[in-house]
């Protein structure tokens, strides 16, 4: 099994950098991956990383550390529109099913 | 990223009755689709697993006889919510991933059982 934990809240102003964290468990590790979803709509694809490392796609980076079980979702110059939950999902080798912790819900003030 | 769709997005129906979801992944042959729910609030479970051709892999605590998954081409796998009633409300998404990378979902389906 997986334990996935990312905090439940954040808080960031508008044009600033916030970096949610995630943390997990799991027997065997194939790939780590990050969705936005909007209230009311399905997940969007954001980042995937399987080596350790920094990816890095526009605004948003993501950050890998295979050893200590650690990743992080880096949004830079937010945007009111980055306001929505950010789900961290783990792979592991016994499929393609993702596993999914509780979500961040990001909130972005003026 | 590949396009999946979902159809109907959203329904009502009445306790008892059976409600098919439909998930097709249009640009790509998917030999497997999974199918999630999520409570309002609450992150995706994984219910099962779709595999083309042969009878989909359930997660523990989900009822292979109450949620039906048929598989029947590389486009298309159906969720049959059988007998639904009020506690069946929620939202289920499909995904689907090319060639066994990320997954890419649907729009959802938003099931509300009267």
């Known amino acids: 099994g997986q334990n996935i934990d990312q905090p439940t809240e954040m808080t960031a102003t508008e044009g600033a950098i916030v970096q949610i964290n995630c943390t997990y468990q799991t027997s065997g590790f194939n790939g780590l991956f990050w969705y936005q979803q909007h209230a009311g709509e399905a997940p969007t694809f954001l980042s995937y990383n399987v080596l350790d490392g920094l990816e890095e796609k526009g605004r948003f980076s993501s950050f890998l550390s295979r050893s200590k079980g650690y990743s992080y979702l880096l949004l830079k110059e937010l945007q009111m529109k980055d306001s929505a939950s950010y789900l961290c999902a783990v792979r592991d080798i016994s499929g393609y099913a993702l596993n999914f912790g509780k979500g961040t819900s990001l909130l972005v003030t003026p | 990223g590949a396009v999946v769709s979902q159809h109907p997005s959203r329904v009502i129906c009445k306790s008892g009755t059976s409600v098919k979801i439909e998930c097709r992944s249009l640009?790509?042959?998917?030999?497997?689709m999974f199918w999630y729910r999520q409570f309002p609030k609450k992150s995706l479970m994984l219910m099962a697993t779709s595999n083309e051709g042969s009878k989909a892999t359930y997660e523990q605590g989900v009822e292979k006889d109450k949620f039906l998954i048929n598989h029947a081409s590389l486009t298309l796998s159906t969720l049959t919510v059988t007998s639904a009633h009020p506690e069946d409300s929620s939202f289920y998404i499909c995904?689907?991933?090319?060639?066994?990378?990320?997954?890419?979902f649907g729009p959802g389906t938003r099931l509300l059982v009267l």
């Open positions: 640009d790509f042959q998917a030999t497997t």
């Open positions: 995904s689907s991933a090319e060639g066994g990378e990320t997954q890419y």
